[in-house]
């Protein structure tokens, strides 16, 4: 397996927080992590997915749509198979998408739905494109003619939840809440518009997110290190982190897991000012 990162235009680092390329000889079969949103173009060969629950294939030349996820999920790569894509923030789709980020959440449908013609012309030469460096240029034309810079966006929501979820140590809804004179319900609505799930239901996949993190970067050998306070005992531990990174700890640590320590080791190499390119 071959796995590049590259940083977006400036212009559209707080929407799109990185590119990534990545290329099979031969087939494989991994698991993917709960994501953020993310577009992928397949540039060649197959790809095979279960979001959303039944497995699904897609074929060259295909531009996906990929909402946010939360769980697991299994993946297959056939031989020669190689994908271009860019994970996009939660700024990012309330900029570039006119649907609620829940309303794609756990999906995957075709990226032409949401764009127009002129923009599934721009999509097209990022397919085509002849190299991976070619492709950042078209993408970075592509999402900067898809950003509507007049859209309303509750810019403080945003910055309050991403602090929340991102916190180097996991916090209670509570603490959340207390951010806004806001009810509950606005809150939560607020959440799925932006985020695709309740608070209560990101706050989970971010926390089993972040301990998975620290097992690679910190290079430990006992899960027990990377888990938080936050947990009732160590068998819900056990169970959140195999929910949203598809293993258990110990599985995780002794498992060769290609493409989810590839991602988290090749993530360190490039600047990134959006904290969603280092956990989503």
Same mark, same amino acid.
């Given at each position: 397996m071959k796995f590049r990162y590259f940083r977006p235009r400036d212009d559209i680092r707080d929407y799109v927080s990185s590119y990534y390329?990545?290329?099979?000889?031969?087939?494989?079969?991994?698991?993917?992590?709960?994501?953020i949103a993310n577009v992928r173009f397949l540039v060649k060969g197959r790809l095979t997915s279960d979001i959303g629950g039944d497995p699904q294939g897609y074929a060259a030349r295909s531009a996906l749509l990929c909402g946010p996820t939360h769980q697991a999920t299994n993946v297959g790569f056939s031989a020669g198979c190689h994908v271009f894509g860019a994970a996009v923030?939660?700024?990012?789709?309330?900029?570039?998408?006119?649907?609620?980020?829940?309303?794609?959440?756990d999906r995957v449908v075709a990226l032409e739905e949401h764009l127009s013609g002129d923009q599934c012309t721009l999509a097209k030469r990022v397919m085509t494109a002849p190299d991976d460096e070619t492709r950042v240029a078209a993408c970075d034309h592509l999402f900067a003619s898809m950003a509507d810079q007049d859209r309303p966006i509750n810019q403080h929501f945003l910055d309050?939840?991403?602090?929340?979820?991102?916190?180097?140590?996991?916090?209670?809804?509570?603490?959340?809440?207390?951010?806004?004179?806001?009810?509950?319900?606005?809150?939560?609505?607020?959440?799925?518009?932006? #985020?695709?799930?309740?608070?209560? +239901? =990101?706050? %989970?996949?971010?926390?089993?997110?972040?301990?998975a993190n620290r097992l690679v970067w910190n290079e430990l050998t006992d899960w027990r290190e990377a888990a938080s306070t936050h947990y009732y005992d160590q068998p819900h531990f056990i169970r959140e982190f195999k929910h949203f990174n598809g293993r258990t700890p110990?599985? #995780?640590?002794?498992?060769?897991? +290609? =493409?989810? %320590?590839?991602t988290l080791q090749e993530r360190l190499q490039i600047a990134h000012r959006s904290p969603f390119s280092l956990i989503g």
């Open positions: 390329s990545v290329s099979f000889d031969t087939g494989v079969e991994d698991v993917m992590r709960a994501e923030t939660p700024l990012g789709w309330a900029r570039l998408f006119e649907v609620d980020a829940s309303e794609l959440a309050e939840v991403t602090a929340w979820i991102t916190a180097p140590e996991s916090n209670e809804l509570s603490d959340l809440l207390e951010r806004f004179d806001l009810s509950k319900r606005q809150v939560e609505r607020l959440s799925k518009k932006y #985020f695709g799930c309740p608070p209560k +239901l =990101l706050h %989970r996949k971010f926390r089993a997110l972040t301990s110990t599985e #995780f640590i002794k498992g060769a897991h +290609l =493409l989810v %320590r590839a």
